[in-house]
């Protein structure tokens, strides 16, 4: 997998970043003919990762299609992994099906054993199909449904030994700066074995045992003790690598100690108030659809740290480890979420037959699991979000709710969990499920699609507190996830007009210092860093088939709300100006 360390001193891995045999499927035959057996002869070729939309020729293509690659092994067995596949796929090793999978956004992988050592054959089914009954997204989405193998593939080949997983647990005493390590490492052996496991900090050994292995076992390294350690935030971004070892096998992981937590109205980093100065951002170019490479993702992120903000919201979906590494090495924080959108009845008249289907709720239960699995140890996170605007005020989503925090809490009980609401307050029966999440977020357009050209953002502020306290909810911090207007690059009026930059900048201007005066507001996120490609369905009410929000352009050309935001930011986190110290010990 692609990130910015070191991932093992020991463990072979490669990518098959390369050019595949590609052949498209509309009809759906492959499975029938046995592509994976015999792939057919008139394919092309085609770069993994990518989109296949970017291809000319197929930027409309919604279907199935299959890849095609070949890999040499020294080992018998492997241990493939897939970054991102977009949306689902099935896994064929020299005709042999390893693995299915859905989700498009998400690592996943396969084990496969025994297959010998020497040159094989890798087939991949892969299908971005959507429907309104049990698919993420659905067809009347507000971004564009790209499909393929969108970001690296790795083989990992296994010898005696292999960390199959692992888990790093930590207690921090912020007064005293001290921290307790636990740590859980699960192991896979072709013999018995005596081996000593290791535990290291910074290259400094902390923990070391013999320990018996016989096929699978579990190791626990508890109670490791740190002293005068140096605490990630968002000026100093102080990072630690750990690394586990068992005889000739480890693998290292990089964490941050840090605490992020409420009390009252407040958000608090390291026992800090927070105040967060953010963007929506989707990890989207109109050049390379989700396959952004990581010099095009680094520029997108300090082109938002210019403009003073301190977090980014990965609307409305993972982003790539290696966006979450430089945000750990820089010091920005992170909501992270997963592609639940739209599931209301604005968008989706018929959206109570998803909420309702038992499929599509496994899926995002599982899609929770893999987000915070992949990424609990990235201190840069600090918000997991469970879904964005849909139908909070129905009991299926709160019983829905429910469900997606227990199992996010299963993995992880140190981070704040919220959801974007976008319910119009108080109307009743209002939104049922601000209980049951750590942080209030609310998308609030107004400006926008209402009809008034002067709305006034700080009272939208205190019907949400009222309505807060009249559910029980009053302590808790809120959030503008979303706010905005649409302007097209280069579109300009002395008047105020919609669609104008001038508009835009007014309007961005007008809410940021009406939600900050307010005093009650923890932080906000302006919709969006980029303009983006929608989905088919909503191109009509889209200038240019792009969602224009943006405050930059597709190709991240500034609009005028540009400089407004950097200013703004700047007055309201007083620290911006401060260069982050980046310290790798």
Known sequence: MNRLFKRSNYAKYFLLDKMWDFVLDPDKKGIDE???ESFPEKSERIPVPSCWNMDLGKFGYEGTAWYRTDFVTEEASIYIKFE???NECDVYIDGRHIGYHYGAFVEFGFLAENIGAGSHELVVRVNNDINNIDTTPHPNTDWYNYGGINRSVEIREIGDIWISDYRIDYKLDLEAKKAVLDITAELKTKNHLCETFEIYVNDKCVYSKNEDTDGCKKLYAKGIALESIYLWD???????????????EDIIDRIGFREIKTHGKDILLNGKKILLTGVCRHEEHADWGFSMPFTLIKRDIDIIRDMNCNSIRGSHYPNSKMTLDYLDEIG????????CWGYRKMAMPDHNAALNNEKFVNRLLSMHHEMVKRDINHPCVILWGLYNEIATDQQNVYDMSVKMIKVIKALDTTRLITYACNQNIPAQPGDICLGLVDVISHNYYTGWYSSSENEDFA???GRMREYADSVGCGDKPIIMSEFGAGAVKGATSFEALRWTENYQAALIEDAIEQYYGTGEVSGTFIWQFCDVRTGKNCQLSRPRSFNNKGVVDEYRRPKFA???????YRKYNSKSDNKTKIRLF
Do not use: D, Q, S
């Not at 100093?236 to 070892?245: A, D, G, H, S």
């Open 459 to 461: 009272a939208f502020i």
């Open 332 to 339: 920005m924080v992170f909501w992270e979420e997963v592609p």
């Open 562 to 568: 540009y400089e407004t935001v950097k200013g703004l």
């Open 84 to 86: 991102a596949v977009a």
């Open 234 to 248: 968002i000026y100093e971004p102080n990072l630690y690598y750990i690394r586990i070892k068992y005889g000739n």
């Open 34 to 36: 046995k592509w994976y």
